[in-house]
């Protein structure tokens, strides 16, 4: 007997149904698939709440565990962990309401809050780096921005992934200097071709094909985002000195009115008393 | 560097170049030492006041605002002094006196460490 696509599509998906009969979740729908499982929207009957649930392809437990270790705001944080009666393990998380970076970023949010939510990112990969744990996989497809304004970065990366092809570093062996080439192409993907030449210069230094010329660390990109914010030079971009004079200007504005007001009442009171 | 610390250090400079300024004005040039003394300590004055004010309130607008009126007010008393040739210079000093006051007044907000935050606190905040 031949069984057409759709038959087999079909009896694809009715086999990786989990089957939390064992557990305190219902299964509602499926919401997205990640490197290592499929994620479901599910609801904890004990505590009468909805929850995401991860469904991991292999028995390996390790995603779990690391995110585990990220205590962060911007770290979808874990409530339990289980092994469903096939075998596969599973994580229940919270589950986030919002919209996905890379809609967000096709939506009509401002350069500032583009860089607040790029921040926010940056911010927990430096705090993840320090906890000795990288992302492997960042991508606009796991980042959420939350109804008011919270980002979440998830799909925490285990040594099985080794990222997607537009994201992911050139170099073969992915450390923490291949999630600095990921935030930059990330930071490229958010900014428009109009960009300050500052921004676009902080992008061409985080994705260097050499990992030795990127930024050493998170911290060090962070501080180039904040330099650019306040009006001050970025590390990765020697500017042109009419360029320097003008980020000057406008960073000090109000002082060279005042200065200008001070030198045009000097100058009003000498002609005054001349007359 | 304290707020208080920024508007005495700039009152200071600025005092002093605003009262140096008189030395364009022939009447009052033989009198340029005390001129500029009396200019420095009422910028040290307004500067103390535009730090205090800084610390207590962290907005540039207000700064100079509250910078400026400092400046006037002082600039008046200053310049209502009785004077050895019985002259008041009302506009030559209140004009230049409200414009430095309003830059102290920027420049307090501008720089240095607002109340309770040390430097490494700044820094931990990022």
Known sequence: ?275 | MNKIFVGLLFGLILGAIDGATAWFTPEVRPMITGIMVGSSVKGMVVGLLCGWFARKVQSTMLGVVVGAALGLLFAYLVAAMPSANGHHYYLEIMLPGFVVGAIVGFLTQRMGTPLGRTTEDMKRAG
Not at chain 1, 23 to 33: A, D, F, S
Not at chain 1, 101 to 129: C, N
Not at chain 1, 247 to 269: C, D, M, P, Q, T
């Open chain 1, 1 to 275: 007997m031949d069984l057409s696509d759709p038959v087999l599509d079909r009896l694809r998906q009715v086999a990786t149904i989990p089957d939390l009969g064992q557990t305190r979740y219902v299964l509602e729908k499926e919401i997205g698939r990640g490197a290592m499982g499929i994620v479901y929207a599910a609801h904890d009957r004990d505590l009468d709440r909805p929850v995401a649930l991860k469904v991991l392809d292999s028995t390996f437990a390790a995603e779990a565990q690391l995110i585990a270790r990220l205590e962060h705001p911007a770290v979808v944080p874990i409530y339990e962990t289980g092994v469903l009666p096939d075998g596969r393990c599973f994580y229940a998380m919270k589950l986030i309401a919002g919209t996905r970076l890379d809609k967000y970023a096709a939506g009509p949010a401002s350069l500032t809050e583009r860089l607040r939510v790029l921040r926010r990112v940056a911010e927990v990969l430096a705090f993840a780096h320090r906890c000795e744990v990288i992302h492997r996989d960042l991508k606009p497809q796991n980042i959420m921005v939350g109804e008011f304004g919270q980002v979440y970065v998830m799909d925490w990366g285990i040594a099985a992934v080794q990222g997607t092809a537009d994201f992911r570093a050139p170099e073969p062996s992915l450390d923490w200097r291949s999630d600095i080439y990921s935030l930059g192409v990330l930071m490229g993907f958010l900014l428009s071709e109009s960009s300050s030449p500052a921004l676009r210069a902080i992008v061409t230094k985080a994705i260097s094909t050499d990992p030795a010329a990127r930024y050493p660390d998170a911290a060090a990109f962070l501080k180039d985002i904040d330099h650019f914010e306040e009006g001050r030079a970025v590390e990765a971009w020697s500017e042109p000195l009419w360029y320097g004079l003008q980020r000057f200007g406008s960073r000090n504005a109000i002082l060279l009115w005042l200065l200008a007001a001070y030198a045009g009442v000097k100058f009003l009171l000498f002609f005054l008393r001349t007359l």
